[in-house]
């Protein structure tokens, strides 16, 4: 079982679209399947990065303490992202505490075989930056987003962009994040999210529920993300 499920996962994901069978095989090898548990820490900020790892199923929220006790939520992965990639290349230690939010299974691959099969072979790494561009062009957005969009705008963004990463074929829609994290990740006070939240509830896009958000009409989401009234 545990071994369909690394094959499945390595050689679907992303990170590794161009390796060629042998290179697969090898990752195939030496990767682990961890189950983590919910409110599971995983590792923590400034812990070196040893593994990249590929999430099957849950999610993982990051979170970093600032000074002045705040804490800044940095983003959800959810099954079919994976994590740990920078840190693991540029062998630095992990700038975010990683938290599973639910039951979660990760794939993990060692970062000291990934940097040894790139070393050896430069094409490797071609896919692995590329995965890591299309990341950082989504952050890029998000920070446009900030200085040009409405709270409305950017919160039903942000629920698009997390549910269209999430499991599909399901009847209603539902994004795993509180309003603290929701205010955290957007930069704003959760007083506002909430009150942006019950508007959006009220003209049926969404329903708020504790700890979690149900997407009722993706059409009006779609719209509100636009900055459509």
């Not at 989504?138 to 942000?158: E, K, N, W």
């Not at 329903?207 to 993300?225: F, P």
Request: proline content about 3%; hydrophobic content about 45%; charged content about 20%.
């Amino acid at each position: 079982m545990n071994d369909t499920l690394v094959r499945l996962a390595i050689s679907q994901s992303e990170l590794f679209s161009n390796w060629p069978d042998d290179a697969i095989a090898r990752l195939i090898a030496q990767a682990q399947v961890l189950t983590v548990e919910p409110d599971t820490c995983v590792h923590r900020s400034g812990d070196p990065a040893e593994y990249v790892s590929l999430l099957v199923a849950g999610s993982m929220v990051l979170l970093r303490e600032m000074s002045g006790g705040r804490s800044f939520t940095g983003g959800l992965h959810m099954a079919g992202e994976f994590h740990g990639l920078g840190p693991v290349v540029a062998q630095t230690p992990h700038i975010f505490t990683a938290t599973c939010k639910e039951r979660t299974v990760l794939v993990r691959i060692p970062g000291t075989l990934i940097r040894e099969m790139i070393a050896g072979n430069g094409r490797l790494a071609f896919s692995l930056f590329a995965a890591l561009e299309r990341r950082h062009l989504r952050a890029q957005i998000r920070h446009a987003s900030a200085a040009v969009d409405s709270t409305q705008a950017r919160i039903a963004g942000l629920l698009k962009s997390i549910d269209a990463r999430s499991v599909p074929g399901r009847a209603v829609a539902e994004v795993n994040l509180s309003q603290d994290e929701i205010a955290m990740m957007l930069g704003t006070r959760r007083q506002v999210v909430n009150r942006v939240l019950r508007e959006m509830a009220e003209q049926g896009a969404v329903q708020v529920r504790y700890g979690r958000i149900s997407i009722t009409d993706g059409a009006k989401l779609d719209q509100m993300a636009q900055g459509d009234d």
